[in-house]
């Protein structure tokens, strides 16, 4: 196993991306000004790495100049990113220098060191951007074995992106004190992570993974204008799921479509399908056959 690969991205005096160049992960780089560090004022995405390949790296790249809209960051440079992006992929490599299993790449765009232009507008500033590369952690066992959740209410209703846009519910962002907390509560409470419940009723997200549901030959997930974040993996699911016969829907859920489902997972970059064992502490049938097919084609995109 190799030291992670970093990336730093060069901007001009706009904001503009022009390029980047590789940098010593073991040497500090950020201000302790930089508002990513003060305030979590930013966005990020986390592209997962097979064998080389970068996995759906342009909606990777589409949702990364989304929540950068949301906050009013300067528009990535998409050329620029994929770029950085690909050096750095190139170097997540084994002791013998060959491309790993599984890894990730990590890009994050801040908006910048507070007062660095001199400006009290915080649009100002210039932006301060990375693009970190690593060695993936195991999964093996969530995929194999299943996970257990619990649900937690998010404590807003389910059209919160409609009624206040501010809280930027869909972007996202450095802010993940939050999310970090879901996954202590949900420990507290014997299990391994955590969906999200809106106040009125129906089921959002999990700290940083998406749900999908199936029932019979369908499979479901909730929209994804409830003020969650659109899934990239799950977006891959469904599109293999298709190809293969099954039915996909997007669509207003309840917690008793949990209990009528067949088969329930939680969907992410990184960890990919992972099936849901129990909820709530009540134990539920896990479709080991489909998870192992989906995982399977989730591992050989090259896209």
Do not use: C
């Not at 660095?116 to 951007?129: E, F, I, N, Q, W």
Request: proline content about 5%.
């Amino acid at each position: 196993m190799t030291e992670p690969a970093l990336a730093l991205l060069d901007f001009d005096a706009a904001g503009r991306a022009v390029g980047h160049h590789l940098a010593d992960v073991t040497q500090p780089h950020l201000s302790v000004l930089d508002l990513a560090a003060t305030r979590g004022d930013g966005v990020f995405e986390t592209i997962s790495l097979a064998n080389g390949h970068l996995q759906a790296l342009e909606p990777h790249l589409a949702r990364f100049a989304h929540s950068a809209a949301m906050l009013d960051l300067p528009a990535p440079d998409p050329e620029a990113w994929r770029a950085a992006i690909r050096a750095v992929a190139a170097l997540v490599v084994d002791a013998d220098g060959a491309p790993v299993d599984e890894g990730f790449v990590k890009i994050v765009m801040s908006r910048g060191v507070e007062g660095g232009s001199g400006s009290l507008d915080p649009r100002a500033l210039v932006p301060t951007g990375w693009v970190l590369g690593a060695v993936a952690p195991d999964h093996g066992a969530a995929r194999r074995d299943g996970i257990r959740i619990v649900l937690l209410d998010r404590g807003y209703r389910h059209d919160i992106a409609q009624t206040a846009p501010w809280l930027l519910t869909g972007a996202k962002t450095l802010s993940y004190a939050i999310n970090r907390g879901v996954f202590r509560e949900a420990a507290r409470r014997g299990a391994d992570d955590a969906l999200f419940v809106s106040t009125d009723g129906f089921l959002l997200e999990g700290a940083v993974s998406n749900l999908v549901l199936r029932r019979g030959q369908t499979l479901r997930t909730p929209r994804t204008d409830l003020g969650i974040l659109a899934g990239t993996t799950q977006v891959d699911m469904f599109a293999w799921a298709e190809s293969v016969g099954y039915a996909t829907e997007y669509a207003l859920l309840t917690p008793q479509d949990l209990e009528e489902a067949d088969a329930v997972w939680l969907v992410s970059s990184g960890r990919h399908a992972a099936p849901v064992r129990a909820i709530d502490g009540r134990e539920r049938p896990v479709d080991a056959e489909l998870t192992a097919r989906v995982n399977a084609a989730l591992h050989a995109r090259t896209h």
